[in-house]
């Protein structure tokens, strides 16, 4: 759960004003806000140390995530900062995020970036500790033009105050925070007239952010096309939805890692006249998963599971329907790596209950989908699935890498490559063998 302002992030956290106030020209000041137990959080800090009134900073954050299973970040459009004028009162100014907005689907153990602009108000001077609303943490920024800027020696201007206590209590000024390097431990700062309990949210807007907040990505969403035997297209979309919201995150009870998936992957067969669909696979499902459910001291290395039962079908009928159900148990080890890559091997393993239309699926595809992945942040990631039967088979390999990184200004998703080769990469054909096919286009969720 991710809570309004930093990213909808559930849990309580801790705000602290940096230690170094003093010595502010050996680092920018930084908040962190982690999650109970420690499973996820946002660091905040800005971007420069020092800017006069009129001139634009930037809000940073970093999301990390360190629970057992891929969270959603949902980057807040605006975040509303607190800064003080010279008697004290409170000034409110948005922080706009830039790039429009961002939903951020993060893997366990990895991380995600985003910032957000603000202009520094004409009435803030001097030494800010500025609180971001909703959020436990302040920021320090050196409200003063460069030309006349003492960065070490200007106090906070005015009070900070922390709703949280009684009487709305004050926190001791920054001047005095930098001369004893205690830390803040308190809720964010609000103006008084915003004292009291936030609105209650509307019964609609609580519904869709439950939904949003259970919905996530499942296996790869892409669309690439290819050219061999003629253009043609395939493409996939997947999700999965989380029965059962826990109140408290740290909760990790069988329910809560209790989902339903859906994957569809179709062929489309666009050089053909009337550009018909080849054929289409339907993959509901229902599991239970943990992206970690073991983990080695030095974090380095990982145990993820998931299980249940998938229904995979094609939809047609008479000799043209294909059906199979079957139940399924994947452990995935992973391996992080010092350079900021991780390695994953996940072996499925499939138990047919039924096999409709097509009874001798086994001989093509076996009992096991061998995946190895290989994966950078925010980088190239390379994927192969391999399908053994009785002297039959297939493999599949995919590569993504972001497209922003290839010069493409702010465009989303990554560039995405595929390969496939041998029998059955559809449902209905699952005993032929297609000629090999390189497929480019869009991924949009690795």
Not at 41 to 61: C, H, I, K, S
Not at 169 to 191: E, Y
Not at 202 to 222: G, I, K, M, T
Not at 412 to 437: C, I, M, P
Request: with cysteine.
């Amino acid at each position: 759960m991710l809570s309004k302002t930093a990213g909808r992030l559930r849990g309580s956290g801790r705000g602290h004003l940096h230690r170094a106030l003093v010595p502010l020209g050996a680092c920018v000041a930084a908040a962190l806000v982690p999650l109970q137990g420690a499973e996820a959080g946002v660091t905040f800090r800005l971007d420069r140390l020092q800017a006069g009134p009129g001139e634009t900073v930037r809000v940073e954050a970093m999301f990390f995530n360190e629970g057992n299973a891929t969270a959603t970040w949902d980057a807040p459009q605006e975040l509303i900062l607190q800064w003080r004028d010279a008697q004290g009162n409170v000034v409110r100014t948005p922080a706009r995020l830039d790039g429009g907005r961002a939903v951020l689907q993060v893997p366990v153990g990895q991380f995600s970036r985003a910032s957000w602009s603000v202009t520094v108000p004409a009435q803030a001077r001097g030494l800010q500790a500025i609180a971001i609303e909703g959020e436990p943490v302040l920021l320090a920024l050196d409200a003063t033009s460069a030309e006349r800027g003492e960065i070490v020696a200007a106090p906070a201007v005015g009070p900070i105050v922390d709703p949280a206590a009684p009487g709305g209590a004050r926190v001791p000024d920054a001047g005095v925070l930098a001369g004893t390097g205690d830390l803040v431990d308190d809720g964010a700062a609000r103006s008084t007239a915003q004292q009291g309990p936030p609105p209650a949210a509307s019964d609609d807007r609580s519904v869709l952010d439950r939904f949003r907040s259970a919905l996530s990505p499942y296996e790869p969403v892409y669309f690439s096309l290819g050219a061999r035997p003629h253009l043609n297209a395939r493409f996939q979309i997947s999700l999965k939805f989380r029965l059962f919201q826990p109140d408290d995150e740290r909760e990790s009870g069988f329910l809560n890692n209790l989902y339903l998936g859906y994957t569809q992957t179709s062929l489309w067969d666009i050089g053909e006249n009337s550009a018909p669909f080849r054929d289409s696979s339907y993959r509901p499902s229902v599991f239970w998963l943990s992206e970690r459910v073991w983990e080695s001291p030095d974090r380095r290395k990982s145990l993820g599971f998931d299980g249940g039962f998938e229904h995979e079908s094609n939809g047609r009928g008479d000799d043209d329907s294909r059906a199979i159900n079957s139940l399924y148990a994947r452990p995935t080890l992973r391996y992080r790596f010092e350079d900021g890559s991780t390695l994953s091997f996940g072996p499925k393993i499939k138990y047919y209950v039924t096999r409709k239309g097509n009874p001798d699926i086994a001989d093509y595809r076996g009992h096991v989908d061998y995946q190895l992945r290989w994966a950078r942040d925010d980088g190239l990631m390379v994927s192969a699935l391999a399908r053994k039967g009785h002297e039959k088979g297939s493999l599949q390999v995919d590569m993504a890498y972001p497209l922003r990184k290839l010069g493409l200004g702010k465009l989303n998703g990554f560039l995405h490559v595929q390969y496939f080769n041998g029998y059955g990469e559809t449902l209905l054909d699952y005993n032929v063998r297609a000629k090999s096919q390189v497929r480019i286009g869009l991924m949009v969720v690795r």
